[in-house]
């Protein structure tokens, strides 16, 4: 059975990271405010990334560390910018000309 890492988008555009075991049935428990809590106040929300693991560790884990990321590192994620986010990594901003 895959668990699953996932991102998403809340209507007052902050992100909130979360890992299930059944993506599909998590996503429709955040959209009709059935969890409560941080989502539930920022209806609609939309499924932006998510991953799966084989086990339920991996997918926890990788909630943790991406709950912990800057905003920019989480866009990067979104986005598949590998090359961003390990600048971000190193040294926290990105400058742009």
Not at 35 to 50: D, Q
Not at 77 to 93: K, N
Request: net charge positive; with cysteine.
């Amino acid at each position: 059975m895959p668990f699953y890492a996932y991102i998403l988008l809340c209507n007052d555009g902050s992100y909130y990271s979360g890992h299930t075991d059944d993506l599909d049935f998590r996503i429709a428990q955040h959209r009709t405010g059935m969890l409560g809590g941080y989502t539930a106040k920022r209806l609609p929300v939309k499924l932006v990334w998510s991953v799966s693991f084989p086990t339920r560790d991996e997918a926890f884990a990788t909630e943790r560390q991406i709950k912990g990321w800057s905003r920019a590192k989480k866009e990067a994620l979104i986005a598949g910018d590998w090359q961003l986010i390990s600048q971000l990594s190193r040294c926290g901003r990105v400058d742009k000309d």
